[in-house]
C-alpha cells in the first residue's frame, strides 16, 4: 500500500513539475508583468521600438502567448538565435510546458552561455526599474 501510494505521489509531481518550473525560470518575471499589465499600449509601443517590429508582428505574438514576459522572452529568443519570430512563438507552443531553458536549448542558445544568462538577469525594457537609485556613481558639485 505505501510503495503504491508513494507512486502516486511521484507522479503527481512529476504531471507538475514542468509547471514549476516554467514559473521558476526567472525571477524578474513576476514584475515585469504586472508592469507591462498596468499598461498594456505602453508595453506594446516599448516592444515595437525595442525589437524593431511592426503592429501585426505584434499581435502575432501577443496572441500566441500567455503573459506579457513571454511575449518579451520570444521576441528575445528571435533577436538573439537569428530566426523569425513564427518560428520562435511555434517552439514557445510545442515547448511552454518544458520551460524556457529547453525553448532556448532548442533555439541553439546553450543553457550555460552568457547569452542565457542575460536572460536569466532580466529584461532591457523596463530599464529604469528602481527610479530612486542615483543613476551614477560620481561625485556631484558641492
Known amino acids: 500500500m505505501k510503495r503504491r501510494m508513494l507512486f502516486l505521489i511521484s507522479l503527481m509531481f512529476l504531471a507538475f513539475c514542468p509547471t ?11 514584475d515585469f508583468n504586472i508592469r507591462a499589465e498596468a499598461d498594456p499600449s505602453g508595453f506594446r509601443a516599448r516592444l515595437a521600438a525595442r525589437f524593431k517590429i511592426g503592429d501585426a508582428e505584434i499581435n502575432t505574438v501577443i496572441g500566441n ?3 506579457p514576459a513571454d511575449a518579451y522572452l520570444v521576441c528575445r529568443l528571435a533577436e538573439m538565435s537569428s ?3 513564427d518560428y520562435v512563438v511555434q517552439e514557445y507552443r510545442s515547448n511552454k ?5 529547453v525553448i532556448a536549448k532548442n533555439l541553439g542558445i546553450k543553457p550555460g552561455s552568457k547569452e542565457f544568462h542575460a536572460l536569466k538577469r532580466g529584461d532591457d525594457l523596463y530599464v529604469d526599474k528602481d527610479p530612486g537609485k542615483p543613476k551614477s556613481k560620481g561625485k556631484g558639485k558641492k
Open 20 to 30: 514549476i518550473l516554467v514559473a521558476g525560470d526567472f525571477d524578474w518575471v513576476k
Open 97 to 101: 510546458t518544458k520551460g524556457w531553458g
Open 65 to 67: 502567448v500567455e503573459k
Open 83 to 85: 530566426k523569425p519570430v
